[in-house]
């Protein structure tokens, strides 16, 4: 099983940007498709954007479609989320997430989950 670390999180303004990091270790990186949920207080877990294992395939939800990307360096273990324009709605924490069969785009069936990193946007 693979093991997930998530750093990055923080207090910004509205219109600023932030850039999380999701450092994997246990098992090869390259072999799982990854992906960012964020769940807001008293609200559901939200997928927010997924890449495939080489990263050559990328998925958003439409709420931050534009505005964040996901990537993913496979030598350096390691998944980032670039987010910009930032909106207080994108309040939330988030994690990232391991799928040893999908994609990235699926919102369901993954492996394994980090601990998560707080995201939390002044107006």
């Known amino acids: 099983q693979v093991q997930l670390v998530e750093s990055g999180g923080g207090l910004v303004q509205a219109g600023g940007s932030l850039r999380l990091s999701c450092a994997a270790s246990?098992?090869?990186?390259?072999?799982?498709?990854m992906a960012w949920f964020r769940q807001a207080p008293e609200k559901g877990r939200e997928y927010v954007a997924g890449?495939?294992?080489?990263?050559?395939?990328?998925y958003y939800a439409d709420s931050v479609k534009g505005r964040f990307t996901i990537s993913r360096d496979n030598a350096k273990n390691t998944l980032y989320l670039e987010m910009n324009t930032l909106k207080p709605e994108d309040t939330a924490v988030y994690y990232c997430?391991?799928?040893?069969?999908?994609?990235?785009?699926?919102?369901?069936?993954?492996?394994?989950w980090g601990q998560g990193t707080q995201v939390i946007v002044s107006s």
């Open positions: 246990g098992r090869t990186f390259s072999n799982y498709a």
């Open positions: 890449i495939s294992w080489s990263g050559g395939s990328t």
């Open positions: 997430a391991a799928d040893r069969l999908g994609d990235g785009s699926s919102r369901y069936g993954y492996d394994a």
